[in-house]
């Protein structure tokens, strides 16, 4: 199925909105038929696994709907909170079951499994019926990641009120399937550190939504919390305290974790710039490391680069991420390669003399320096994944399956298309989420953030992932993230700072269709993310309000037209 522009209203309704009460389900599925009967959910409510062989993580993550239905407890946001629906209620038929089953031929494996497959086989497909007789729902997919998506979908439909939860749409029949495969959100644990329940929160929140990869950017020039068992020291070295680093059995555990709620995890060890904290450990390695004025040298402080021309840091490289590789079990694996600065190598000795005695330009040291370090991943099973730096600045030679993140602008997706790579759209100018917090730097008391203003849900909302490319490259897409970048965020305000707002991607990339000449709504979407963000409060995260109450629960009243 190709992905398209927009998402299409007439694929939910034909001719009309989401029926009143929709407003329940984030990302908005493919296809929803609903009717207007009350239907109560039992206390005995059960949930039936009709799959031979189910693996352990289908049966937790059943569990864990189960304990979603009986705890959300979510009032419908309307004045009264539901108090008007009690009506409805008496007399209403009761839903005592939910019958989950895997199409005829499908292969039982574990979510986990399933979640790490290449991009484009995955299957997370679903289809959810619930008549409004009561006689037993049914949940029928391909997979189990297919069951896992369409747990999610079930556990939206669902309010509360006096003790009874129940729904006012029953019939609902639901056939649903992602338009991209990659549906990302990026985290920074390397500026500022984040423990590992946070990480474990953000992912519980991350599949709340249908997100399915969780890139995390875990080294930079400031810290190096990851400790590698071939090379102990640079987490000895590199991390701000013993206690703030990731240890393997945290990686495993937060892998084991994500894969159970169909995320794969996307490690990235940015490379050879953002590296300066290497020098703690490898002073040799690392060119122009803390040298002042750090403009000159570096995009933000400390400055510091790997000297990629020297064969040892070639060796050295390919050896620590060929390490690191083996130990994930993703498909994709990232080198990153963005912000690399010239000026650093330019009166670096170690540098120009290699550079010089072997008749080299540093571009093609670098091309030297990536098809090794590419080579030590792939030869680990990993498909390469970088910044469009590597692409547009320095075309060093890449795998043709190399997947290139469009960060710096979006207009620049079309640059990369050109020249064939598969696309992860990561746009600066929408997608950033630590935008508009102001600067960082000290001495600067009226500067702003590089890529003001603050990107709204909403902004984010009106990204279109197919903008300027021709109808031949929509295939390159793969999908997109939201990032947060850490300079002036912790565990403190990783709740607010991302959610709800990093829900606006997941819908873009999860239920966007073929182009029907209706863009993306931000109108019609806003009572559905109020929804899942009151939701999401019920289960204990602290996402930003998006308006004042009184707003929420008067949906559209406070809309710039109302």
């Known amino acids: 199925m190709a992905p398209s522009r927009y998402v299409g209203i007439l694929a939910l309704v034909a001719g009309c909105l989401l029926p009143s009460g929709?407003?329940?389900?984030?990302?908005?599925p493919n296809k929803l038929e609903t009717g207007t009967t009350a239907l109560t959910v039992s206390p005995f409510f059960y949930f039936d696994v009709q799959v031979e062989g189910a693996p352990l993580d289908l049966y937790e993550a059943v569990s864990q709907a189960q304990f979603y239905l009986a705890n959300d407890k979510l009032g419908r946001l309307v004045v009264g909170r539901g108090a008007n629906d009690t009506t409805a209620l008496v007399g209403a038929n009761t839903l005592s079951t939910l019958t989950l089953s895997l199409m005829s031929g499908a292969t039982v494996e574990p979510i986990a499994s399933e979640a790490v497959k290449p991009l484009g086989t995955r299957s997370e497909e679903y289809t959810l019926t619930i008549p409004a007789d009561g006689s037993a729902a049914t949940l029928v997919a391909n997979s189990t990641l297919g069951l896992y998506r369409g747990l999610t979908t079930f556990n939206q439909l669902f309010y509360y009120y006096g003790g009874v939860t129940y729904t006012l749409l029953a019939p609902i029949a639901i056939t649903d399937t992602p338009a991209y495969p990659f549906r990302g959100f990026a985290l920074d644990t390397a500026r500022n550190y984040y423990p590992v329940t946070d990480i474990l929160r953000t992912l519980d929140a991350m599949s709340w939504v249908k997100i399915n990869t969780f890139h995390w950017h875990i080294t930079d020039s400031q810290s190096f919390p990851l400790e590698v068992a071939q090379y102990p020291e640079l987490a000895i070295n590199g991390a701000y305290s013993p206690q703030e680093v990731y240890t393997p059995s945290d990686i495993q555990y937060i892998i084991q974790y994500a894969g159970a709620r169909g995320i794969d995890v996307l490690l990235e060890i940015d490379t050879p710039g953002h590296t300066s904290i290497i020098a703690a450990t490898y002073p040799d390695y690392v060119a122009c490391f803390d040298e002042t004025p750090w403009g000159t040298y570096a995009n933000e402080p400390p400055a510091g680069q790997l000297r990629f021309?020297?064969?040892?840091?070639?060796?050295?490289?390919?050896?620590?991420?060929?390490?690191?590789a083996s130990t994930v079990s993703s498909s994709y694996f990232s080198t990153g390669g963005d912000e690399l600065n010239t000026p650093c190598y330019t009166n670096d000795y170690p540098t120009q003399l290699q550079l010089n005695s072997t008749n080299t330009t540093l571009n093609d040291a670098l091309n030297t320096f990536t098809l090794a370090t590419h080579g030590a991943i792939i030869a680990e099973g990993k498909t390469p994944v970088v910044w469009e730096e590597m692409v547009l600045d320095w075309n060093v030679t890449l795998s043709n399956e190399t997947i290139v993140m469009v960060w710096i602008s979006s207009e620049d997706a079309l640059a990369v298309a050109e020249k064939g790579f598969r696309i992860v759209q990561a746009p600066s100018n929408y997608f950033y989420l630590d935008c508009g917090a102001g600067a960082w730097l000290g001495g600067d008391p009226t500067g702003n953030s590089w890529c003001d203003p603050f990107k709204t849900w909403s902004e984010s909302y009106t990204f279109d992932p197919l903008a300027n490319l021709t109808e031949a490259q929509y295939k390159l897409v793969l999908g997109g993230e939201q990032c947060l970048w850490s300079e002036q965020s912790g565990p403190e305000n990783l709740d607010p700072i991302v959610w709800p707002r990093a829900a606006s991607s997941a819908e873009i990339f999860w239920s966007a269709q073929q182009p029907t000449g209706a863009p993306l709504n931000v109108t019609e979407a806003l009572p559905r993310l109020q929804d899942l963000r009151f939701r999401m409060v019920q289960r204990g995260l602290k996402p930003i309000p998006?308006?004042?109450?009184?707003?929420?629960?008067?949906p559209d009243a406070c809309d710039l037209t109302a």
């Open 309 to 324: 021309a020297l064969p040892e840091v070639v060796n050295f490289t390919a050896s620590l991420l060929a390490d690191i």
């Open 546 to 554: 998006l308006q004042p109450y009184w707003c929420a629960i008067r």
């Open 22 to 28: 929709v407003q329940a389900l984030w990302p908005i």
